[in-house]
């Protein structure tokens, strides 16, 4: 049975506080905590000014790209927000996020890279959870992709690094599916909301 604290949920809200403060200081008060969420995971990506040019209207991703580091989330709000001890809020955000196939093989190629870590006794269950396996496929396209994997993990077994590592490189080298990435930052902050 998962434990679910007034701490975690705390560290949740003020989280959210703290990115819906930022982003609508920087990009305006219309914006739903939901889009803030997800543009300030965009920006945090290294793909950010693609990624935000696809998320936002063009003169909202002109400012957002000309203050992606300022609005960009920090890595204590990823651990709150997706962490190994949160918890979503809303599941039925990756209700469809899961029937798309290239959701689907990016999650596969993801779980083959930490084969060992993901049949340890703890990851297999964390891994197991829509939420998880949607924030370590974002956290692969950030800069310090082995810090948020391990926040939503727990832990990553060291044999894993090499082809956690190969993966990376590989995914530097494709083209940004865009499309898959909104989709993902979309269900993932639908969920935390």
């Known amino acids: 049975m998962e434990?679910?604290?007034a701490d975690i949920s705390k560290k949740r809200t003020d989280a959210l506080a703290q990115i819906r403060a930022r982003t609508r200081e920087n990009l305006g008060s219309w914006?739903?905590?939901?889009?803030?969420?997800?543009?300030?995971?965009?920006?945090?990506?290294?793909?950010?000014?693609?990624?935000?040019?696809?998320?936002?209207?063009?003169?909202?991703a002109k400012k957002a790209i000309q203050n992606a580091k300022?609005?960009?989330?920090?890595?204590?709000?990823?651990?709150?927000?997706?962490?190994?001890e949160a918890r979503p809020v809303r599941m039925s955000a990756f209700e469809h996020l899961v029937r798309e196939a290239?959701?689907?093989?990016?999650?596969?190629?993801?779980g083959d890279?930490?084969?060992?870590?993901?049949?340890?006794?703890?990851?297999?269950?964390?891994?197991?959870?829509?939420?998880?396996?949607?924030?370590?496929?974002i956290a692969m396209?950030?800069?310090s992709h082995e810090t948020h994997m391990s926040s939503c993990l727990g832990n990553i077994v060291r044999?894993?690094?090499?082809?956690?590592?190969d993966l990376h490189c590989r995914l530097e080298d494709e083209s940004t599916d865009c499309m898959l990435i909104g989709a993902t930052l979309n269900a993932l902050s639908m969920a935390v909301v």
């Open 3 to 5: 434990v679910f604290s």
């Open 31 to 60: 914006l739903d905590d939901h889009d803030a969420i997800a543009i300030a995971i965009g920006a945090a990506t290294r793909v950010a000014d693609e990624l935000l040019e696809y998320l936002c209207a063009r003169t909202i």
């Open 70 to 84: 300022s609005i960009a989330i920090t890595s204590d709000e990823w651990n709150n927000l997706f962490g190994y």
């Open 102 to 110: 290239a959701y689907g093989q990016a999650t596969r190629d993801l």
């Open 113 to 137: 890279a930490l084969k060992t870590t993901v049949e340890e006794t703890e990851q297999k269950d964390i891994w197991s959870r829509p939420m998880t396996q949607a924030a370590c496929t």
């Open 141 to 143: 396209h950030m800069e």
């Open 159 to 165: 044999s894993d690094l090499r082809r956690l590592e």
